[in-house]
């Protein structure tokens, strides 16, 4: 029997995206008065998906002849690993509003392997075997979204300190990796298609930077709030920018790597909204959520049709070759011998 291939680690970005969706919507229940169980019903898919992911991986792992400090080591997979703490993290901080002790040990167990995986990612780099090309958006994941997710969820699970020292990782990883991650865009040949969708992750960190500065600081505008927000709203004209690159892609499941990046601009720009309060202030943030929720939905419908297609394929070319191993069977009887 042949190997079986571990499930490619982009997929983990599935359960990232069902998670900043139901950040989004926990944001209108906050803001807009929405009914608290749509935000609920939301992160209880993104649990699901969390779950059923790691199972995923790990039965597929276990028959395949590449180990998972292999795929680790990979120069495009390997950061990737680091949605696993990540929406953790985020799942934990919700599950502390009604147990709380389940979702504080959620959230510093999330973050404790973060922290783990980030310092060996960082050694594994030293090594100075990984070519430039091959340097993506993913990149961000270990050290900046991990550091940036663990700050706003340690606080909200009343943990200050940890979270001012997550902030400061995030954002110091921000500078070095986006400075790194530029030059390559810039210098070197483009991205190829499969990995394209993770130059989306560059509107992430403003946005995941500011909501974690509103949880530790409040949600008042002061200077480094403001500073986030035009850093933000430059990120946001690149990814329009970028619009007619990203259309002439073919449709994989590598697209959920724009789903979390939507969700974290749009969810820290209707938290912005209502700190602004002008007129209208709530439309604004309406219209937000409906894009947030529309480029989602968009994915996922398209990963539904994407998933299925392929399954009918495989069933049919499982179907052919069984035909072709019955003619061959009936051949070889109708010569009077055993195939």
Partial sequence: MSSAQRIPLNTLAIAFGLAGL????????????????????????????????????????????????????????????????????LLGADLY?????????????????????????????????????????????????????????SS???????????????VFFWIVVSTVLLARLAFFAPLPDALTPTCAILLAPPAVA??????????????????????????????????PRYR???FTLGFWS???????????????????AFPGWQLVAWLLVALVTGVILAVAARSVVLVTSVRRGARRAEIALRHADNAVETGALHAGRTP
């Fill in 22 to 89: 139901a950040a989004v919507w926990t944001v209108a229940g906050q803001l807009l008065g929405v009914p608290e169980f749509i935000g609920q019903g939301l992160w209880v898919v993104a649990a699901i998906a969390w779950i059923w992911l790691i199972v995923a991986h790990l039965r597929r792992g276990a028959r395949s002849d590449e180990s998972l400090g292999q795929q680790l080591q990979h120069p495009a997979q390997g950061p990737i690993a680091a949605l696993v703490p990540v929406v953790g993290m």
């Fill in 97 to 153: 509003r009604f147990v709380p002790l389940a979702g504080e040990i959620l959230v510093i167990a999330s973050i404790a392997v973060a922290a783990i995986f980030a310092g060996w990612i960082l050694a594994y780099w030293h090594r100075g075997s990984l070519p430039p090309e091959a340097f993506h958006g993913g990149y961000l994941l270990p050290t900046v979204a991990a550091g940036l997710i663990a700050a706003t969820t």
């Fill in 156 to 170: 909200k699970i009343g943990l200050p300190a940890l979270a001012i020292g997550a902030f400061a990782v995030g």
């Fill in 210 to 243: 500011g909501t974690a500065w509103f949880t530790i600081n409040g949600e008042h505008a002061d200077v480094v709030s403001m500073a986030l927000l035009g850093l933000l709203v430059l990120m946001a004209l690149q990814q329009v920018a970028l619009i």
């Fill in 248 to 250: 002439r892609l073919t």
């Fill in 258 to 276: 724009f789903t979390f990046p939507v969700a974290a601009a749009g969810g820290y720009g209707a938290e912005w909204a209502a700190v602004a």
